[in-house]
């Protein structure tokens, strides 16, 4: 059946039909997605190859590459950009959301995603306002982490030995500073040299902070007991790099505590708020690091003088104590005047008793001498010598009472020898004895011991248990009884010297 209209009819090369035809005296290919890209890629760069651009950052990342992505917007639109890893590593601050910034680049497509984007090679901070703005965001997120806690402070030391100076070498504060520690205290000073301003200045300030740190005590660069962090007034853009994070932290981390002298007394930046202490000028961090040293020779001799006014202060109290005393004691002279005047008269009452007494001796001697006579003293002898010859006194009844006593003792000096123990000795037995001294009475107790002691007429000897008896000796012959009692009976000789008793 044959359609009702013919399609070639009404075919003029531009409605579109099944299949894609070429219309006749057509040139225009159709261009592949690709070639689209590319012709607007090169177009839009051509065009726009140097802009610059205004806008607040939104979506900051930075990628493993360390390529920065972010985009840029207004109130009314949004373009993304890109930052590739060389640039970005040269930016002065750190890129955070809400910061109003200035991009400098070139507009080109991304074909990937058909979208166009802007490439930064350059990026500032558009104004101090916005600076001022990303200043107090950081602050914020670095107190929040407690690194302006004021119990993170240390107390400065008070006489620090080495002082590490973190600063540029060429400027006019270090000599500023060793000029005032020259004047106050001369001190030995480390001048770590680093960039205060500028591409790279940050780092070095932290790697100088964290190089202090490092050093050890006892090696051959002393470590210091202090550091200070300086730099001269300039502006905010100037004093940038010790608002760097990396530099706040650095300070805060340190191990030995830190002066911040960063600009003058009315700039402040992040580092004086991590340090231990803020100066407000280089100066005054030096004259912070170090007291004056004539006004500690000052202090010394004053404590020098009050500590000898106290070592003498009891001695001074001590002698105005005694002059006191002594000037309220009386005079020797009235406490010895009323014993003198005693004295003299005992001493005049003695000579006159002394002389009676002999007087009366005298007279009395006189007396007597007169009753004695040569005939009245022969007298008295006889008449001595007749009552003693009348005295009986008989020599036999003193000789009867001399037998009778001895007689009654004789039993018992017979007795008393036999119960002497060492008696038995001079007859020749021995008396065995333990290492205790204890005599032993039985054979089993003086087996049991492993020395003996055993005594003899002329001394003791000791002998180990066990050995074997010497031969035994020819025993002397006993007396016989008679001549034991004679020999007990037997009167000692008496002395031809010596005066009888008449008892």
Same mark, same amino acid.
């Given at each position: 059946?044959?359609?009702?209209?013919?399609? @070639?009819?009404?075919?003029?090369?531009?409605?579109?039909?099944?299949?894609?035809?070429?219309?006749?005296?057509?040139?225009?290919?159709?261009?592949?997605?690709?070639?689209?890209?590319?012709?607007?890629?090169?177009?839009?760069?051509?065009?726009?190859?140097?802009?610059?651009?205004r806008?607040?950052?939104?979506g900051?990342?930075?990628?493993a590459?360390?390529?920065?992505?972010?985009?840029?917007?207004?109130?009314?639109?949004?373009?993304?950009?890109?930052?590739?890893?060389?640039?970005?590593?040269?930016?002065?601050?750190?890129?955070? @959301?809400?910061?109003?910034?200035?991009?400098?680049?070139?507009?080109?497509?991304?074909?990937?995603?058909?979208?166009?984007?802007?490439?930064?090679?350059?990026?500032?901070?558009?104004?101090?306002?916005?600076?001022?703005?990303?200043?107090?965001?950081?602050?914020?997120?670095?107190?929040?982490?407690g690194?302006?806690?004021?119990?993170?402070?240390?107390?400065?030391?008070?006489?620090?030995?080495?002082?590490g100076?973190?600063?540029?070498?060429?400027?006019?504060v270090?000599?500023?500073?060793?000029?005032?520690? @020259?004047?106050?205290?001369?001190?030995?000073?480390?001048?770590?040299?680093?960039?205060?301003?500028?591409?790279?200045?940050?780092?070095?300030?932290?790697?100088?902070?964290?190089?202090?740190?490092?050093?050890q005590?006892?090696?051959?660069?002393?470590?210091?007991d202090?550091v200070?962090v300086?730099?001269?007034g300039?502006?905010i853009?100037?004093?940038?790099?010790?608002?760097?994070?990396?530099?706040?932290?650095?300070?805060?981390?340190?191990?030995?505590p830190v002066?911040?002298?960063?600009?003058?007394?009315?700039?402040?930046?992040?580092?004086?708020?991590a340090?231990?202490?803020?100066?407000?000028?280089?100066t005054?961090?030096?004259?912070?690091?170090?007291?004056?040293?004539?006004?500690?020779?000052?202090t010394?001799?004053?404590?020098?003088?009050?500590?000898?006014?106290?070592?003498l202060?009891p001695?001074?109290?001590?002698?105005?104590?005694?002059e006191?005393?002594?000037?309220?004691?009386?005079?020797?002279?009235?406490?010895?005047a009323?014993k003198?005047?005693?004295?003299?008269?005992?001493?005049?009452r003695?000579?006159?008793?002394?002389?009676?007494?002999?007087?009366?001796?005298?007279?009395?001697?006189?007396?007597t001498?007169?009753?004695?006579?040569?005939?009245?003293?022969?007298?008295?002898m006889?008449?001595?010598?007749?009552?003693?010859?009348?005295t009986?006194?008989?020599?036999?009844?003193?000789?009867?009472?001399?037998?009778?006593a001895?007689?009654?003792?004789?039993?018992?000096?017979?007795?008393?020898p036999?119960? @002497?123990?060492?008696?038995?000795l001079?007859?020749?037995?021995?008396?065995?004895?333990?290492p205790?001294?204890?005599?032993?009475?039985?054979?089993?107790?003086?087996?049991?011991?492993?020395?003996?002691?055993?005594?003899?007429?002329?001394?003791?000897?000791t002998?180990a248990v066990?050995?074997?008896?010497?031969?035994?000796?020819?025993?002397?012959?006993?007396?016989?009884?008679?001549?034991?009692?004679?020999k007990?009976?037997?009167?000692p000789?008496?002395?031809?010297?010596?005066?009888?008793?008449?008892?």
């Amino acid at each position: 059946m044959p359609l009702p209209f013919d399609d @070639d009819e009404f075919d003029d090369g531009r409605s579109g039909g099944l299949v894609a035809k070429q219309a006749a005296g057509d040139n225009a290919a159709p261009l592949s997605i690709s070639e689209i890209s590319n012709l607007l890629k090169r177009t839009v760069e051509d065009r726009f190859g140097f802009v610059r651009l205004r806008g607040e950052l939104s979506g900051v990342k930075r990628a493993a590459s360390g390529h920065l992505y972010c985009a840029l917007k207004d109130d009314k639109a949004v373009i993304d950009g890109v930052m590739w890893r060389g640039g970005a590593q040269r930016l002065a601050f750190r890129p955070e @959301d809400g910061v109003e910034v200035i991009a400098t680049g070139k507009l080109t497509t991304y074909p990937g995603r058909s979208k166009y984007q802007i490439v930064i090679e350059t990026m500032e901070i558009a104004g101090e306002g916005a600076l001022l703005a990303l200043l107090e965001k950081l602050r914020a997120r670095l107190a929040a982490e407690g690194l302006f806690a004021p119990e993170r402070k240390r107390e400065l030391p008070f006489l620090p030995q080495v002082i590490g100076v973190v600063t540029s070498p060429t400027g006019a504060v270090i000599r500023d500073i060793l000029h005032r520690l @020259d004047d106050r205290f001369p001190s030995h000073v480390l001048v770590w040299p680093v960039l205060v301003q500028g591409e790279g200045a940050a780092g070095q300030v932290a790697n100088a902070v964290r190089g202090f740190s490092a050093i050890q005590p006892g090696g051959p660069v002393p470590r210091p007991d202090l550091v200070i962090v300086a730099r001269g007034g300039g502006s905010i853009e100037d004093l940038w790099s010790f608002n760097e994070e990396v530099v706040v932290r650095a300070v805060a981390e340190s191990s030995i505590p830190v002066i911040s002298a960063v600009g003058h007394e009315t700039d402040t930046t992040l580092c004086d708020y991590a340090a231990d202490r803020r100066a407000p000028t280089p100066t005054a961090a030096a004259e912070m690091a170090v007291p004056v040293r004539l006004d500690l020779a000052a202090t010394l001799d004053e404590l020098a003088y009050r500590k000898r006014r106290c070592a003498l202060r009891p001695v001074t109290l001590g002698r105005e104590r005694l002059e006191a005393r002594v000037q309220r004691l009386p005079k020797p002279e009235a406490i010895l005047a009323a014993k003198a005047q005693k004295l003299d008269d005992l001493s005049e009452r003695l000579r006159r008793g002394l002389r009676d007494e002999a007087a009366a001796k005298r007279e009395q001697l006189g007396r007597t001498a007169s009753r004695l006579s040569l005939p009245l003293l022969r007298h008295r002898m006889e008449r001595s010598e007749e009552r003693l010859a009348r005295t009986g006194l008989i020599p036999r009844l003193l000789t009867r009472r001399w037998a009778m006593a001895r007689d009654g003792l004789a039993p018992v000096s017979r007795v008393l020898p036999q119960l @002497d123990p060492k008696r038995p000795l001079e007859r020749g037995y021995v008396l065995a004895k333990g290492p205790d001294g204890r005599a032993l009475t039985s054979r089993e107790a003086a087996a049991r011991e492993a020395l003996l002691t055993l005594e003899f007429r002329d001394g003791e000897l000791t002998v180990a248990v066990g050995t074997e008896a010497p031969a035994p000796l020819a025993k002397a012959p006993e007396p016989s009884p008679e001549a034991s009692a004679a020999k007990r009976h037997a009167r000692p000789k008496p002395d031809e010297t010596r005066q009888g008793d008449l008892f």
